[in-house]
């Protein structure tokens, strides 16, 4: 299985040379993907310089706007290119995934189209954040359950595993999300495409170093996109 982890990537100097290191010396030998959008902490520049003397490093630079959701795109947009790659893993660069789940992944996926790390499976959790945090995470998902109408626990999981199969067909220039709400618009996606979703267990912690880009905004935008896109498809 040739396996390819996609980090988007926006003011993580100070995690993306370590995670790049921890990913490449993986079991499954696994290529990385870093979608940056030029950001001013000097990113880019790491991994372009990592880049140029190790081939299995993949760098693209987007240009503005900026955005997880763009980014997110632009990713499986470039595995849908890249057929070579069997498995595309999005993950955060800031080692709330841990890259040792990544072999656990290749080694779980089985018959499975997608596979999620999952907090909210048998064995999952988290460490590091606040409480506060962790209830919202946990409400928010019971809510998406019920919303995207979906035995699958973790919705809002950007760690995942993907098949070529479990994309194939998908035009991603033709979504709407231009930040985190893509993670549940490619999910609804699948669900809808009757893809055949898998959870593996994780812990979740705390991000390494720097600041999460998830503003209070952005979080209840977050949880009015799923509504929006379950009255679109009664409508359509
Ligand atoms: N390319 C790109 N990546 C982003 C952007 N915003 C966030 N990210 C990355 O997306 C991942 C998740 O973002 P993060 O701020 O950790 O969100 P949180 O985990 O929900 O707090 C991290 O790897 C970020 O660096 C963006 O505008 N562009
Ligand atoms: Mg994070």
């Not at 760098?59 to 503005?64: A, D, E, K, T, V």
């Not at 470039?78 to 290749?106: G, N, R, T």
């Not at 590091?128 to 995207?148: D, E, H, M, T």
């Amino acid at each position: 299985m040739k396996v390819a982890a996609f980090l988007p990537t926006y003011n993580e100097a100070g995690n993306i040379g370590r995670i790049i290191d921890e990913i490449l010396a993986l079991k499954c030998s696994p290529h990385v993907l870093v979608i940056d959008d030029q950001s001013p902490d000097g990113t880019g520049q790491i991994v372009q310089e990592k880049a140029a003397a190790d081939s299995r490093i993949h760098f693209i630079s987007r240009l503005p706007p900026r955005g997880r959701g763009l980014a997110g795109r632009d990713g499986f947009s470039w595995f849908q290119a890249h057929p070579e790659f069997d498995l595309l893993v999005e993950m955060d660069a800031d080692f709330s995934h841990q890259p040792k789940y990544i072999d656990d992944f290749v080694q779980h996926i089985g018959e499975a189209d997608v596979l999620i790390g999952s907090r909210f499976a048998e064995g999952g959790g988290e460490t590091g954040r606040p409480w506060s945090r962790q209830l919202i995470s946990a409400a928010a998902n019971k809510y998406l359950g019920f919303v995207l109408k979906t035995k699958v626990k973790d919705c809002t999981s950007g760690f995942r595993t993907f098949t070529q199969k479990s994309l194939s067909g998908i035009d991603f220039t033709k979504y709407k999300s231009t930040g985190p709400t893509i993670v549940t618009e490619v999910l609804f996606d699948l669900i809808r495409r009757k893809r055949k979703i898998a959870e593996y267990p994780i812990i979740f912690e705390e991000r390494a170093w720097g600041d999460s880009k998830l503003s209070w905004k952005v979080l209840v935008r977050s949880l009015f996109f799923p509504l929006g896109m379950r009255f679109a498809k009664l409508f359509k």
